[in-house]
C-alpha cells in the first residue's frame, strides 16, 4: 500500500479520533461483544446458502456503544473489551485490529448519529436489496458494464440477468467457478485493465477490513460500495454506499 492510499493508517483514525476527543469519550468503555454472530444472527434465514458467512469463510464482529451497535465482517473474528483510547490506538496491521477498530468506530459513529444502517438486513433483506441494487443502477447508469469485487450471491444473479457482468472475488473456493453463467476471477488482479473494460464498480465493504480498499479509492471510474462493514467510513470520507436494507 502507498502512503497516498494508506487509509487506515492516516485519514480514517486521525479523523475518527479528532471526533472522540472533541466528543470527549476517550475514558468511555466500548464493549465489542464479538459475540462473533453466528450466521443466523447475522442474516437469519435469507432462502439460500449460499452467502460467505454461511460457508464459514468469514465472520461477523459486532460492537456495542451505550445503544447503538456497529458491525465488520472479517476473516479475523476475536472478542475485544476496552475503552475508545483504546480502541484508537491499535495498531491496525492485522485483519483483526481493523475489525475491532471499524466496527466500534461504525457503532460510534451510529450513536452521534453521524451513520446509519450499521446493522445487517435478515431474511428476506438481501433478495430485497439486490432487486432495490438493480434499479437504482438502471436508473443512475443506464446499462452499465459493472464489475462486481466480493461474491455477493443475491446480487450477482440479480446483476447477472440485466447488465454485463464480471465478478471477482477473494476466496480460492470460488475463483474459477462459474457464478449464475459467469466466470469468477481472481480479485487479486490488474485493476487498471478492470477499470478500462468496466463503467461502474461495485465493491464489497469488507475490502475496508483485509486492506483492499486502497486499490479502488483512486479509480475514475463511479464506485458503489455495499454493506454494513464501511457505514462510518463511507460516512467520515463521503463514499457513496448502497445499504438499503440494513437497519
Not at 9 to 29: A, C, G, H
Not at 42 to 56: E, L, N
Not at 70 to 96: C, E, H, V
Not at 190 to 212: H, M, P, Q, R, Y
Amino acid at each position: 500500500m502507498s502512503d497516498q492510499n494508506d487509509i487506515f493508517l492516516k485519514k480514517i483514525p486521525k479523523t475518527f479520533r479528532e471526533l472522540v476527543d472533541n466528543n470527549e469519550l476517550s475514558e468511555q468503555k466500548l464493549d465489542i461483544s464479538c459475540s462473533v454472530l453466528t450466521a443466523q444472527e447475522t442474516i437469519g434465514d435469507p432462502k439460500r446458502k449460499d452467502f460467505p458467512i454461511q460457508k464459514g469463510k468469514g465472520k461477523m464482529m459486532q460492537a456495542r456503544f451505550d445503544s447503538s451497535y456497529g458491525q465488520a465482517f472479517t476473516d479475523m473474528p476475536n472478542a475485544f473489551t476496552g475503552k475508545l483510547k483504546d480502541l484508537i490506538t491499535l495498531s491496525l496491521k492485522t485483519n483483526y485490529e481493523r475489525a475491532v477498530f471499524v466496527s466500534g468506530m461504525n457503532a460510534v459513529l451510529r450513536e452521534l448519529k453521524m451513520t446509519d444502517r450499521t446493522v445487517h438486513c435478515k431474511d428476506e433483506g438481501p433478495k430485497k436489496c439486490s432487486m432495490e441494487l438493480a434499479k437504482m443502477i438502471a436508473e443512475e447508469y443506464g446499462q452499465p458494464k459493472i464489475a462486481l469485487f466480493g461474491l455477493q450471491p443475491a446480487m450477482a444473479e440479480v446483476l447477472s440477468q440485466e447488465f454485463e457482468l464480471r465478478i471477482f472475488d477473494l476466496d480460492q473456493d470460488n475463483i474459477g467457478k462459474e457464478k449464475f453463467g459467469i466466470l469468477v476471477e481472481n480479485g487479486l488482479c490488474d485493476i487498471g485493465e478492470v477499470e478500462k473494460w468496466a463503467d461502474l464498480f461495485l465493491v464489497t465493504g469488507s475490502t475496508l477490513c483485509n486492506g483492499s480498499i486502497v486499490n479502488f479509492l483512486p479509480l475514475s471510474k463511479p464506485v458503489v460500495y455495499f454493506g454494513t462493514t464501511i457505514a462510518g467510513t463511507a460516512s467520515l470520507l463521503g463514499l457513496k454506499r448502497f445499504c438499503p436494507q440494513s437497519s
